[in-house]
């Protein structure tokens, strides 16, 4: 390409860069990045067939600039970390809401196929829980602690143990989605069914409010944001069965990152779990209302995270946005 033919097909984008680094706002550090590349490979084609133009010096500075600028701006996209969880992924989750609803229907569903099956087969929690298992708790029910198997291990073993074996779950739900969703289902329907039938386990021994009491103060958490990570494996059966305008691969693609940041906003809601399961769910003789207590903030904090914070950020920039159209 002649030099004159390269500089007319690109200079209006060269002056809206130069424009964009001269402004004295801060840029968000996506769009600087997107600047800085089509610099570097604008001025990468000039080096090699224009070295001693004008055009190759003007690139050349061009590109120091946008340089300069990501490099001050690094201090600046260190807050994307947290940017992202109290602004950038709740407003994006708002659009998610229908696979998180479905998620939790599916789960709710199979926690009563759970309950109802071991309430109709007396040997069906021994085949969902194992013998050991049901053994060991009917002997600490025997000895007056039905709760005694979260004082076994160590707090800190529990801990680290329940938070890496959940987010593993987590990792599953979300991975699965790729068999169209049927993979997350059925790791859903799995410890659905689980729950419901531990649960009716303990209602047959007479014990359904001990053993709720306990459970939920670490389950709470735990079990909705199980439900959090089925909801990033329906998007990604739902990018793969209905791709709408977009080719199937980049429905997929577009719904694989979507999932992924789905199942990140999981993790610190894992470890506190995690931390509760090793450390407080032990506490079994602590009061009812303290436990109550704890149950109650665990189930504010995730609804308002995953369901009403999203909703609100969404009205408020529909808001913000319908304000800016009548100015």
């Not at 801990?159 to 997350?184: D, E, K, P, Y």
Request: aromatic letters at 14%.
């Amino acid at each position: 390409m002649r030099e004159a033919a390269f500089v007319k097909q690109n200079k209006d984008k060269w002056l809206k860069f130069e424009s964009l680094l001269k402004n004295k706002n801060s840029i968000p550090p996506e769009e600087l990045s997107a600047v800085y590349v089509e610099v570097s490979d604008d001025l990468s084609y000039a080096q090699t067939f224009y070295p001693k133009s004008n055009t190759t010096t003007y690139l050349n500075g061009l590109a120091s600039s946008a340089h300069q600028k990501v490099y001050r701006n690094r201090k600046e996209s260190r807050n994307r970390f947290i940017t992202f969880f109290t602004e950038e992924f709740p407003l994006f989750f708002y659009h998610h809401q229908k696979q998180l609803l479905l998620s939790f229907l599916i789960f709710a569903l199979f926690s009563v196929v759970g309950a109802f099956s071991a309430a109709s087969d007396g040997s069906f929690v021994r085949s969902i829980l194992g013998d050991a298992y049901v053994n060991m708790t009917l002997e600490n029910i025997a000895n007056n602690d039905p709760m005694a198997v979260y004082k076994k291990a160590s707090e800190t073993d529990m801990f680290l143990g329940i938070t890496i074996n959940n987010i593993r779950v987590s990792l599953f739900a979300f991975t699965l989605g790729i068999l169209a969703g049927l993979g997350t289902a059925f790791i859903l329907m799995q410890n659905a069914v689980m729950l419901g039938s531990f649960q009716y386990f303990f209602y047959d021994q007479g014990l359904l409010w001990e053993s709720a009491r306990t459970i939920w103060i670490h389950g709470t958490i735990e079990i909705s944001v199980i439900i959090v990570a089925g909801c990033a494996g329906l998007v990604v059966g739902k990018s793969i069965l209905f791709p709408g305008t977009y080719s199937r691969l980049r429905s997929f693609t577009s719904g694989v990152k979507d999932g992924l940041k789905i199942v990140i906003s999981t993790i610190p809601f894992f470890i506190i779990a995690g931390f509760l399961e090793g450390f407080v769910t032990r506490l079994t003789q602590m009061p009812d209302w303290l436990a109550i207590t704890i149950i109650s903030l665990s189930l504010a904090l995730i609804l308002f995270y995953y369901v009403f914070y999203p909703t609100y950020l969404h009205n408020q920039k529909i808001k913000n946005e319908s304000g800016l159209h009548q100015v």
